[in-house]
């Protein structure tokens, strides 16, 4: 939770209330407060840059999202290095820093290092760190002092950095689940779709020239010739930018040799369950709604494979102590409903762990939505965790022709 909240802070997510950013802001100030009541008074002017410092140090760490954390971090560290080198160029003052400061500074060093762009980072990153060491130099004997707040700022920094890593590594690979998508769908898209514009063309291919058949005595009006000729030119313009946008998502990963494959059938799915119950466990059942087969089209059935396929992984990974797994297909009004649902007991800790290094449910998501439909997830009540994936329902009304 910690973790989430410091999170929610570098990234001045929009989930902090208005409550709990004056709470933030009241608890920098009264640190503010207390170093400028418990430590040794200061003259005027010295006190009126101490304790100024400190209070934009502390309003600029309140994560806003009307203000930029770059703006914020940058008028910080002016702020921090102005009232510093102030301090440098005068006469010695014992208790001229306090807390309130440099914890607000530490507060911005993180979130500008951890989710602050390149640019930020490079330029705030060690102006911030540096301006958090400087701050005992402004006591008579800074010495402990700097060697502590040192310290604290370099493992600040490093478990800062750190994050940032972390975080730029799952955006690669979140990349590479979505090429990994592509190259899925665009294979779909060319043995499927593909497969049934090009019947299209070879059909009014054949039935314009049937019906300019002489010796087949065919008389066809010439505005239905020529219909037939618009739809025959159609659908070649069709075939032909589908065929380019299935090359423009198979070059997502140059390089790689593209490799064709039958797409995934309900029996391919049949298969895996069987599979999955032989070895990992005790009790899965599938259940399919009768006559449901015969309604799905080839790319449905695909997605179909592949939702399972990434739910009984997650199950594995996750919920190895799962006893019963039940999976169902079935027609709700005009869409599909696919329900995977377990009775791991660890199932509750799912989300946490999928988000900080699993992608199954980030691949079932992204395989709904291009389908046109949506995927819920999360635990039951009594324990256990549920797939709900409901993909648009479009009955194939005509067979597929014979090429």
Same mark, same amino acid.
């Given at each position: 939770m910690l973790l989430?909240?410091?999170?929610? $802070? &570098?990234? /001045?997510?929009?989930? $902090?209330?208005?409550?709990?950013?004056?709470?933030?802001?009241?608890?920098?100030?009264?640190?503010?407060?207390?170093?400028?009541? =418990?430590?040794?008074?200061?003259?005027?002017?010295?006190?009126?840059?101490?304790?100024?410092?400190?209070? #934009?140090? &502390?309003l600029c760490a309140v994560p806003l999202e009307s203000?930029?954390?770059?703006?914020?971090?940058? +008028?910080a560290v002016v702020a921090s290095w102005t009232t510093t080198l102030f301090f440098l160029a005068g006469d010695d003052?014992?208790?001229?820093?306090?807390?309130?400061?440099?914890?607000?500074?530490? =507060?911005?060093?993180?979130?500008?290092? $951890?989710? &602050?762009?390149?640019?930020?980072?490079? +330029?705030?990153?060690?102006?911030?760190?540096?301006?958090?060491?400087?701050?005992?130099?402004?006591?008579? /004997?800074?010495?402990? $002092?700097?060697?502590?707040?040192?310290?604290?700022?370099? +493992?600040?920094?490093?478990?800062?950095?750190? =994050?940032?890593?972390?975080?730029?590594?799952?955006?690669?690979?979140? %990349?590479?689940?979505?090429?990994?998508?592509?190259?899925?769908?665009?294979?779909?898209?060319? %043995?499927?779709?593909?497969?049934?514009?090009?019947?299209? #063309?070879?059909?009014?291919k054949a039935a314009r020239f049937a019906a300019q058949d002489p010796e087949e005595g065919a008389c066809v009006p010439q505005e239905t010739s020529a219909m037939l000729e618009r739809i025959e030119r159609e659908a070649t313009e069709a075939l032909g930018a589908m065929r380019r946008l299935v090359a423009v998502m198979r070059r997502a990963d140059p390089g790689r040799p593209v490799t064709t494959a039958p797409v995934a059938s309900l029996a391919d799915t049949r298969k895996l369950v069987a599979d999955f119950a032989g070895g990992d466990c005790p009790d899965i059942s599938l259940f399919i709604e009768p006559g449901i087969e015969d309604l799905l089209p080839p790319d449905v059935t695909a997605g179909v494979h592949r939702i399972v396929r990434e739910a009984l992984t997650n199950v594995r990974k996750h919920a190895a102590d799962a006893r019963h797994v039940r999976i169902t297909l079935t027609t709700v009004d005009s869409d599909l409903e696919l329900k995977i649902v377990d009775d791991g007991r660890n199932a509750a800790a799912l989300p946490e762990r999928a988000r900080g290094g699993g992608f199954g449910i980030e691949g079932m998501r992204e395989r709904a939505a291009a389908m046109g439909g949506s995927l819920r997830t999360g635990p039951l009540p009594g324990g256990g965790w549920q797939n709900v994936a409901v993909l648009p329902l479009r009955p194939a009304t005509t067979p597929r022709p014979a090429l």
């Amino acid at each position: 939770m910690l973790l989430k909240r410091l999170s929610d $802070w &570098g990234a /001045d997510h929009p989930s $902090w209330s208005t409550a709990q950013k004056c709470a933030v802001a009241a608890f920098l100030l009264s640190l503010t407060v207390l170093d400028d009541v =418990l430590l040794e008074r200061l003259p005027p002017l010295q006190n009126a840059f101490a304790v100024g410092s400190a209070v #934009v140090a &502390g309003l600029c760490a309140v994560p806003l999202e009307s203000v930029s954390r770059t703006i914020r971090a940058g +008028i910080a560290v002016v702020a921090s290095w102005t009232t510093t080198l102030f301090f440098l160029a005068g006469d010695d003052a014992a208790g001229a820093w306090g807390v309130g400061e440099l914890v607000a500074l530490l =507060l911005l060093l993180v979130g500008t290092v $951890w989710r &602050g762009s390149d640019h930020a980072a490079a +330029i705030l990153g060690p102006p911030l760190a540096v301006a958090c060491i400087a701050i005992p130099a402004r006591d008579s /004997d800074p010495h402990e $002092w700097t060697l502590a707040i040192t310290l604290i700022t370099v +493992i600040v920094a490093a478990f800062s950095l750190l =994050l940032r890593t972390q975080s730029e590594q799952r955006v690669r690979d979140l %990349d590479a689940l979505r090429a990994a998508e592509r190259r899925e769908l665009a294979r779909e898209l060319h %043995d499927v779709v593909a497969h049934h514009v090009t019947g299209i #063309v070879v059909q009014t291919k054949a039935a314009r020239f049937a019906a300019q058949d002489p010796e087949e005595g065919a008389c066809v009006p010439q505005e239905t010739s020529a219909m037939l000729e618009r739809i025959e030119r159609e659908a070649t313009e069709a075939l032909g930018a589908m065929r380019r946008l299935v090359a423009v998502m198979r070059r997502a990963d140059p390089g790689r040799p593209v490799t064709t494959a039958p797409v995934a059938s309900l029996a391919d799915t049949r298969k895996l369950v069987a599979d999955f119950a032989g070895g990992d466990c005790p009790d899965i059942s599938l259940f399919i709604e009768p006559g449901i087969e015969d309604l799905l089209p080839p790319d449905v059935t695909a997605g179909v494979h592949r939702i399972v396929r990434e739910a009984l992984t997650n199950v594995r990974k996750h919920a190895a102590d799962a006893r019963h797994v039940r999976i169902t297909l079935t027609t709700v009004d005009s869409d599909l409903e696919l329900k995977i649902v377990d009775d791991g007991r660890n199932a509750a800790a799912l989300p946490e762990r999928a988000r900080g290094g699993g992608f199954g449910i980030e691949g079932m998501r992204e395989r709904a939505a291009a389908m046109g439909g949506s995927l819920r997830t999360g635990p039951l009540p009594g324990g256990g965790w549920q797939n709900v994936a409901v993909l648009p329902l479009r009955p194939a009304t005509t067979p597929r022709p014979a090429l």
